[in-house]
């Protein structure tokens, strides 16, 4: 639909609250949202039952996902903290997933947005305002939202930048090509002035974003193509860049020149996220990744021989249509060759509308939780073997805030991705600090500042 620009529908007042599911870039574009919402004349209220108007952003990528900000929506209703003056608007991937079958779904929502269309919402509310009628608007250019978004608010020590929207790749589970559109690269410039504003804002690291950064093809002010390794070359060159991060990267597309840099550039951290799905070569395949177990194998000897200290984390699905004991097999015995770090893992979940959503499944629910419990078991095992071997070793850590659970312990994030507590006066948040690492627990290292 078009939308009336109406120049008093941008000047609004109230206050609004976020509530964000998923991924990184989710987390991204709620913070993209705080800025515009803020610059619009709203307040944030940290909590929903103080809020005017109430933006959810969420993730189609498994039901669960999906069912959770349903639930949600419901609790808030049931506990009173939302009422039928709230204003709703229900954005995300789901938004532009469902679209106006949300409104018949749960009729207090009011407005849907979707990813690319974020950039929208002052406009949205204040037509929602003044008609109080639904408001449904889930289509726009993949670049169209960088342009139109304010300048980016303080993020604090560690800063997200969305470098590219969508995906192309069309992996045959997967509903992100549908909800976010084909693959768009933001230009070479816009993502350096970024990085520039969060750097004079206090930001030490960068994590750059995308569904798939390593096929990032931008536009440097001549108008050349910038592959994602230039780009790493170029991040890397902005003076108090201390460390960089991206997420995710598709192992089809990590090309040598990627390697190389991770080789060359020491503020690349050590830990990359490289998503395989499964060790299957059958099931890779019917899941369109255009690899091999054995080609994922050579890739990460590759890194670690470029970089000897690397993580490397993945994602993996179990219970993928008709996946057998022997592709399961398979997957567990490139987790054990590979000894992946700190991963995530999923039972399949059908996502209307996409390939494999039309595949017949003979495998039981009961067999896809045995192998998911089995995969887990052997990732975490394989997790605190790498925290084990941390223990008296020292880390540079970015101090990122307050450890939650005593406030006079401060909470950093190592190179690896590890989380680190360890006492220390407020004041060093926003810093590299130096640290011995002296207990290992479930999910965090303790230490002391040397
Ligand atoms: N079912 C289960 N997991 C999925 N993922 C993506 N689509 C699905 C699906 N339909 C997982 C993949 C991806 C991660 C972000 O979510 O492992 O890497
Ligand atoms: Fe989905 Fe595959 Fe694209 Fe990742 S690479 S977002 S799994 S289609």
């Known amino acids: 639909m078009n939308i009336v620009i109406d120049q008093d529908l941008m000047i ?73 003056n709230t204003i709703i608007a229900f954005g995300g991937c789901v938004g532009s997933e469902l679209a106006e079958e949300i409104i018949k779904l749960d009729k207090s ?48 020590p560690s800063a997200f930048i969305t470098i590219m929207e969508g995906c192309s790749n069309m992996c045959t589970y997967c509903i992100v090509p549908y909800t976010r559109g084909k693959e768009d690269s933001r230009a070479l410039q816009d993502i350096l002035d970024e990085v520039v504003t969060h750097v004079a804002n206090g930001a030490k690291e960068i994590h750059l974003l995308g569904q798939n950064v390593n096929s990032y093809r931008g536009l440097s002010n001549e108008g050349d193509i910038v592959r994602f390794s230039s780009l790493l070359y170029e991040v890397a060159a902005i003076d108090g860049v201390e460390r960089i991060r991206f997420t995710t990267s598709n192992p089809m597309e990590f090309t040598d020149d990627i390697i190389q840099a991770i080789k060359d550039l020491p503020v690349i951290a050590d830990s990359i996220h490289i998503p395989v799905q499964s060790g299957s070569d059958n099931i890779l395949s019917k899941m369109r990744r255009n690899y091999t177990s054995d080609s994922y194998r050579e890739l990460v000897a590759k890194l670690r021989e470029a970089r000897p200290n690397i993580y490397i984390s993945t994602d993996i699905i179990v219970g993928f249509p008709n996946e057998s004991d022997e592709d399961f097999e398979e997957t567990m015995r490139l987790v054990n060759d590979v000894e992946f770090d700190q991963s995530f893992s999923f039972i399949y979940s059908i996502r209307n509308g996409t390939p494999a959503a039309s595949l017949e499944d003979n495998v039981s629910a009961e067999v896809k939780k045995q192998r998911l419990y089995r995969l887990q078991a052997r990732l975490e095992e394989l997790s605190n073997v790498y925290s084990q071997r941390m223990l008296g070793t020292t880390q540079r850590v970015l101090v990122e805030g307050l450890s939650k659970k005593d406030s006079r312990e401060l909470k950093a994030r190592a190179s690896n991705n590890r989380i680190v507590v360890f006492e220390g006066d407020p004041s060093l948040i926003g810093t590299m600090v130096d640290v011995k690492i002296e207990k290992v627990m479930a999910h965090t290292l303790k230490a002391v500042m040397i």
């Open 109 to 156: 929502v009011n407005i849907v947005f979707g990813p690319r269309t974020t950039h929208r919402l002052p406009q949205l509310i204040g037509q929602y305002r003044q008609t109080h009628e639904a408001v449904i608007d889930v289509t726009a250019d993949a670049l169209e939202k960088f342009d139109a978004l304010p300048d980016q608010g303080i993020r604090g």
């Open 12 to 84: 609004q007042n109230g206050t609004f609250h976020v509530a964000v599911w998923g991924c990184q870039m989710n987390v991204y574009d709620a913070d993209r949202i705080r800025d515009l919402l803020t610059a619009a004349g709203y307040v944030e209220s940290r909590e929903p039952q103080n809020a005017d108007v109430i933006v959810l952003i969420t993730c189609a990528v498994r039901a669960k996902a999906e069912d959770k900000v349903f639930n949600q929506l419901a609790n808030w209703r049931s506990k009173g903290f939302i009422n039928e």
